[in-house]
């Protein structure tokens, strides 16, 4: 079964709008969220995190909400730019995934931002 | 050294060949973790060590796949008799955290493709 999900593949957004990246998990036992961001024949990068004792997370562009009630995260990015084109993977960690900071991934959502 | 180190980044191996893959992580990273990336997919736990211990390792997909960090820094993971199905990119990630919430650094990755 898939503990995390993303459920769009691919979504596509012009130049200085907002792009919105969902997430969901099934599990409540996570309690630590993750964004990286991957692009062609590299390895995944740290973006941004956040706990499950606070619902929202914000880091210049990136913002990160959690709805802990409803096992939903989403990754806001405003405004977007071309670079930000990339894969996004969301993943999430816990005492459910061993408490080690194993980190369970979702299947990815590709980017595209339009000039 | 800066970042997490993988070699090598391409393979190529013909079904039933044996291949090792090496990863140098973030001097001082007491955790690793290796990740089997199937293209299209996210990242899915292989195994995960802390120093020279293996904890976890109940992502191997079969007795074919080793994996070891004798002095608890570089880590070889090996695939014997390789199949078609072991086509993946090879992620490996370190940390300085032990337990808990914490970033994982990845590297590159190895692109594994079996014939």
């Known amino acids: 079964d898939q503990q995390v999900k993303q459920n769009s593949p691919s979504l596509s957004v012009q130049e200085g709008r907002i792009s919105i990246l969902n997430c969901d998990y099934t599990?409540?036992?996570?309690?630590?969220f993750l964004w990286y961001k991957k692009y062609p024949a590299e390895g995944p990068t740290f973006l941004i995190s956040?706990?499950?004792?606070?619902d929202k997370n914000e880091d210049g562009r990136f913002t990160v909400f959690l709805n802990k009630s409803a096992k939903h995260l989403s990754l806001h990015i405003v405004p977007s730019q071309p670079g930000d084109s990339a894969v996004y993977f969301c993943?999430?960690?816990?005492?459910?995934?061993?408490?080690?900071?194993?980190?369970?991934f979702g299947q990815g959502t590709t980017l595209q931002v339009k000039p | 050294g800066a970042g997490v180190s993988q070699s090598p980044r391409y393979k190529v191996a013909k079904r039933g060949q044996d291949v090792a893959l090496r990863c140098d992580p973030i001097?001082?990273?007491?955790?690793l973790f290796w990740y089997q990336q199937a293209l299209g997919q996210g990242p899915e736990f292989l195994t995960y060590?802390?120093?020279?211990?293996?904890?976890?390792k109940s992502g191997l997909p079969s007795d074919r796949f080793f994996a070891e960090r004798p002095e608890g820094s570089v880590s070889t993971l090996k695939i014997q008799r390789t199949q078609q199905e072991d086509s993946a990119v090879y992620l490996c990630?370190?940390?300085?955290?032990?337990?808990?919430?914490?970033?994982?650094?990845f590297g590159a990755g190895s692109r594994l493709t079996v014939l």
């Open positions: 990630a370190s940390s300085n955290s032990r337990s808990g919430a914490n970033v994982l650094t």
């Open positions: 956040i706990s499950s004792i606070k």
């Open positions: 993943a999430a960690s816990g005492v459910v995934s061993g408490n080690t900071g194993k980190l369970i």
């Open positions: 060590f802390q120093n020279e211990a293996q904890l976890d």
């Open positions: 599990n409540s036992m996570f309690d630590y």
């Open positions: 001097s001082g990273h007491v955790s």
